[in-house]
């Protein structure tokens, strides 16, 4: 081979530009897309992930946040040992366990009753979807202050219609029988937001099942059961996700309306969390209590999740496989 077809089959490498070899397309959609979602990482790091790592190292100590003592495990073992601070932890834990259980089947039942209703072919019925759905972006302090009036033991609104069935004044935010059953009737205000969703879920389901059913004979309940139930099995299986893990941090009505009385009858985990930290700077036993919180939730939500292989429907699942 002569020389000069070497060159002509060898052409010279192009010279790199100055400053160093250029990015190709999708190496600058990607700086470009780092660059945008920067605020959120740097926001994620600073405000959460950050205070997270520290917290989880303030378990491990004694600290008013000026002086710092490493105690170990010591914490954890206070929390699992016979003393008046574990009698308060296990209140705390009863009662915000008997809000989720009791206000999560509330709140989803109103919710999914009210999608139903407003799912039919009703006039204004778009009015209707936006007043039922308004109570739930009302800040959650104005709220704990109208229903402080609403369950005034004198001239609240719920003993005042009570009254006409004959049923005597009930205190019910200073009576411990029924202060947590109170905030679990106050669960319901929230209720439009789980509407929105449920009724989201409805829209989703074709139309052309139930025309099918209808020609097959079905009657309503059979529909109901056959083909709704199934179809919005995954948005049922979310909105208990989410209202379990939000109901289990009730903080603002028990704070505003209660302060967690009477004789700590609501003095729910996170009040108690929060009065260790910022009325007792116990800011170490505050955050072991935070983390064993943590867990307790994420055990909760992995069993839920077990649990919808046996419940929940995808369109997907071809052959009793999802795919």
Known sequence: MTAASADIQSPPAAPQAPGG?????????????????????IGFIAFIAGPMLASLGLSFMETD???????GLQNYRQLLSFDTTRSLFWKSLFNTAYYVLLSIPLTMT???????????????????????????VIPGIAVSMLWLWLFNTEFGLINWFL????????????????????????SIW??????????????????QLYEAAKIDGAGVWRRFRNITLPMISPTLFFV???????????????????????????LMYVLYLYNLAFKQYRFGFA????????????AITILVFRSSNAWVYYETEVGGQRS
Do not use: C, H
């Open 21 to 41: 070899p250029r990015l190709n397309t999708r190496q600058r959609e990607a700086l470009t897309a780092y660059v945008l979602i920067s605020p959120w990482i």
């Open 110 to 136: 109103v919710g999914f009753s009210i999608a139903m209703l407003l799912n039919q072919s009703i006039r204004g019925r778009g009015a209707y979807r936006m007043t039922y759905y308004l109570p739930a």
């Open 240 to 266: 208990l996700i989410t209202d379990m893990i939000w109901s289990f941090q009730i903080f603002t009505n028990a704070y505003v309306m209660t302060k967690g009385g009477p004789a700590n009858s609501t």
């Open 190 to 207: 929230g209720a439009g937001a789980n509407m929105l969703i449920f009724l989201a879920g409805l829209q989703s389901i074709p139309t």
């Open 65 to 71: 946040m000026f002086t710092y003592e490493w105690i």
């Open 287 to 298: 955050s072991a209590l935070a983390w064993l919180f943590f867990l307790i939730i994420m």
């Open 163 to 186: 009254s006409w069935f004959g049923i005597e004044k009930i205190a019910w935010l200073q009576n411990p029988d029924v202060s947590k059953l109170a905030l679990v009737i106050m």
